[in-house]
């Protein structure tokens, strides 16, 4: 049997071949009458995309690469990655690119794979799961005039392509809310402070404590947002005998779980002695028993959004981007 071609599928749509691969890659340029036109006369004739011939041409890959500083089985564990690949993959079968996963152990080697895999041309553009005060690998993508997309922020460059959620408002409000609960000593646990996101929520949290309360900021770090690190951290800043607090907002779901695990076989009631907050609102929390109270960020959504945006970028060479900031919501449960 014959193989088609994007010469035969043009012939019998009646379009150029240069239209039928613009469909193939989506191009914003072929209207949507014309790619129901291409799609169908495809599916009539049985034609099959061949990524690899089409990159020996094109010099593309249609690949997208995620490279996550941290090991596949610790990643694949955290819901926020899972969310974020989850929706980023959604896309990128839609629009018909391969998404090439890559998972380092810390971020000198997210750095040096995303770099590899750039220079061997395995990828037409990267999305970045975070970033990090004076982040090298963003300085090297902005030089090299790389196709990224940033989920967070970056806060050396200007005008860089982002998907994130105004983490200084949300956490502002949260505050403000646990404030007009009655609680009067609130403290923030935090994951390593070079992360520009746990920058962005200290600084909302401290800016609602100096607005609508008297009472000193006090923020707890720990390594690394692991239930055990947090748990540790937390036990043993309850053992010292330090000024107690009343509620406890912790930047992230998986560290809001290790401080209340710490805080009850400390001996005191959550949330009748001390209230916990997450942020995320990762599906286990809504399960535990005191249940979570937490941000819901659109974790999903922002995998998609970021894919949608690169992909945009590479086929649009008029487009270099936005800046997306997706709404978050307060979830009340039981830890409040």
Same mark, same amino acid.
């Given at each position: ?86 929706? /980023? &993959? $959604? ?5 018909? =690119? ?8 810390? !971020? @000198? ?76 000593? /609130? &403290? $923030? ?5 070079? =992360? ?8 909302? !949290? @401290? ?130």
């Amino acid at each position: 049997m014959k193989n088609v071609t994007i010469k035969d599928v043009a012939k019998a749509a009646g379009v150029s071949p240069s239209t039928v691969s613009r469909v193939i890659s989506d191009s914003h340029r072929i209207s949507k009458e014309t790619k129901r036109l291409v799609r169908k006369t495809m599916k009539e004739l049985g034609y099959h995309h061949n990524a690899i011939a089409r990159s020996l041409v094109t010099q593309r890959t249609d690949t997208i690469g995620l490279v996550m500083a941290r090991p596949t089985r610790e990643a694949f564990a955290n819901p926020f990655f899972s969310g974020i690949i989850q929706g /980023i &993959a $959604a896309v990128t079968q839609k629009k018909h =690119y391969s998404l090439l996963l890559s998972s380092t152990a810390d !971020y @000198r080697e997210e750095q040096e794979e995303t770099i590899k895999l750039i220079r061997n041309r395995r990828v037409d553009g990267v999305i970045l799961m975070s970033s990090r005060s004076n982040d090298e690998l963003i300085n090297q993508l902005v030089q090299y005039r790389f196709p990224f997309v940033l989920i967070g922020r970056c806060a050396e460059q200007e005008g860089i392509p982002t998907v994130n959620n105004d983490n200084i408002k949300d956490t502002y409000n949260i505050v403000k809310f646990l404030l007009e609960r009655g609680y009067k000593k /609130i &403290a $923030a646990l935090s994951g390593p402070e070079e =992360y520009i996101f746990c920058q962005d929520r200290a600084q909302g !949290y @401290r800016k609602a404590l100096d607005e609508l309360a008297d009472t000193e900021p006090l923020i707890m770090f720990i390594d690394d947002f692991k239930f055990e690190e947090a748990y540790q951290g937390v036990l043993n800043y309850l053992k010292s005998g330090q000024m107690r607090f009343d509620a406890i907002l912790a930047f992230d779901d998986m560290i809001a779980l290790g401080a209340l695990r710490a805080i009850q076989d400390y001996g005191f009631s959550v949330p009748e002695d001390i209230a916990v907050v997450g942020f995320n609102d990762d599906p286990m929390v809504s399960y535990i028993k005191p249940a979570l109270t937490t941000i819901r960020l659109p974790i999903i959504k922002m995998g998609e959004e970021a894919a949608k945006m690169l992909i945009k970028i590479l086929n649009d060479e008029n487009y270099k981007g936005e800046e997306i900031i997706l709404p978050t919501e307060m979830i009340i449960r039981e830890t409040v």
